[in-house]
């Protein structure tokens, strides 16, 4: 019999992609083994699992029980969705040299899948999820009337400009249920601007109505927008930028600019680094690019006063963070750069 419905292997490809991205963050690798596909196309499901419904699983699950997930060690447990009624048992295995691994066994849609394992469940209403999802194609579409383009999105947020010049930036999370802890985020990180406000490093706002921060009702509920300068993109090939990929990583565990200097003198740091880091970044050779960068510093003494002053705001806004109860997720993508100064826009995840 023909399986229309049917997953493709590489569909499948492309959700492990993202898990792996995503769930890399907490430091876990994501497999899928065979029998997992196999069982996602089983007919037993009543409805075929799509690809999006995995998606939804895997983020909502991140950003709900990720860390706790995390503190598990050897030991089999299921991810559970009571609005899809998806459940995926999976084995987690620890691993200190490495990642850890969360090895998805199976996958099955069963409204009351039962289990002596532990469960992390996730849930929405229906309706929460489609009210959402009309607020934010309304939201779209008043802008794009109004003549706005979209020019970036990532997890959280979509970044809108009409002149090239500033730009808009809406919490507008995929799902509902991501709203209130990522507009609280954008309204901490507005905070910690607020007390750097004569830092280079960080954004400039920018009035939009009435405040640089606003809040506004669609529908009965609430979203965040900023108004913020326009940035640029840093070139993910450059030295520089390889660099500070570098920095957001020593940040987390040296507090002061003498212990990065010291570290990165040492020739055992960067033979450590050069052959641990690869694997989890696709910048290419972003280690001696780092290095061949790390040499050129050495006799620019301005240019090393200047990381020195980035490194110190990365600090702040690390420690920052962390007494939030937020995540350190500044990798490249959320420094931008304004000419040549590197500009840190989105560094935190809940
Ligand atoms: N000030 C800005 N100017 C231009 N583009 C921006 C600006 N801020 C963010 N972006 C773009 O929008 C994307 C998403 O913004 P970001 O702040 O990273 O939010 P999220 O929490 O959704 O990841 C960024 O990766 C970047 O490409
Ligand atoms: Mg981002």
Not at 43 to 67: D, M, S, V, W
Not at 218 to 234: P, S, T
Not at 281 to 289: I, L, Q, Y
Request: charged fraction near 30%; glycine fraction near 4%.
């Amino acid at each position: 019999m023909v399986k229309i419905f049917e997953i493709t292997a590489a569909e499948l490809d492309a959700v492990e992609k993202f898990a792996d991205a995503l769930w890399g963050k907490l430091g876990i690798d994501i497999d899928f083994t065979r029998h997992f596909l196999d069982r996602v196309n089983d007919e037993r499901n009543g409805k075929p699992i799509n690809a999006a419904e995995l998606i939804r699983l895997f983020k909502k699950e991140y950003a709900e029980h990720g860390r706790n997930i995390s503190k598990l060690s050897n030991t089999e447990a299921v991810m559970k969705d009571l609005l899809t009624n998806i459940n995926l048992p999976f084995v987690y295995l620890d691993n200190n040299q490495d990642k850890d691994r969360l090895v998805a066994k199976t996958v099955m849609r069963k409204s009351d899948f039962k289990t002596s394992d532990p469960e992390f469940i996730v849930d929405d209403t229906e309706e929460d999820v489609l009210r959402h999802a009309e607020n934010r194609k309304n939201i779209a579409q008043t802008l794009k009337q109004a003549g706005y383009k979209k020019i970036g999105s990532g997890i959280d947020s979509t970044v809108w400009t009409k002149d090239g010049q500033n730009v808009i930036k809406i919490v507008m999370p995929e799902l509902s249920t991501d709203l209130k802890g990522a507009a609280g985020l954008m309204n901490d990180f507005y905070n910690f601007c607020q007390i750097h406000k004569n830092s280079p490093f960080l954004p400039k706002f920018i009035k939009f109505v009435n405040k640089e921060l606003e809040q506004f009702s669609e529908n009965g509920v609430d979203y965040v927008l900023i108004g913020m300068e326009k940035l640029q993109k840093l070139n993910q090939q450059s030295y520089e930028t390889a660099f500070y990929w570098l920095l957001t990583d020593l940040v987390t565990r040296l507090s002061s600019w003498e212990q990065i200097l010291n570290t990165l003198d040492s020739d055992k740091f960067w033979h450590n680094f050069l052959s641990t880091i690869h694997a989890s970044v696709n910048t290419d050779n972003v280690e001696e690019k780092a290095y061949v960068f790390w040499q050129k510093l050495q006799e620019d003494y301005k240019l090393i006063s200047k990381i020195q002053a980035f490194f110190e705001i990365m600090r702040a806004c690390y420690e920052f963070g962390r007494s939030k109860g937020y995540a350190w997720d500044l990798h490249t993508e959320n420094i931008m750069r304004r000419g040549r100064t590197p500009v840190i826009v989105d560094p935190w995840t809940t």
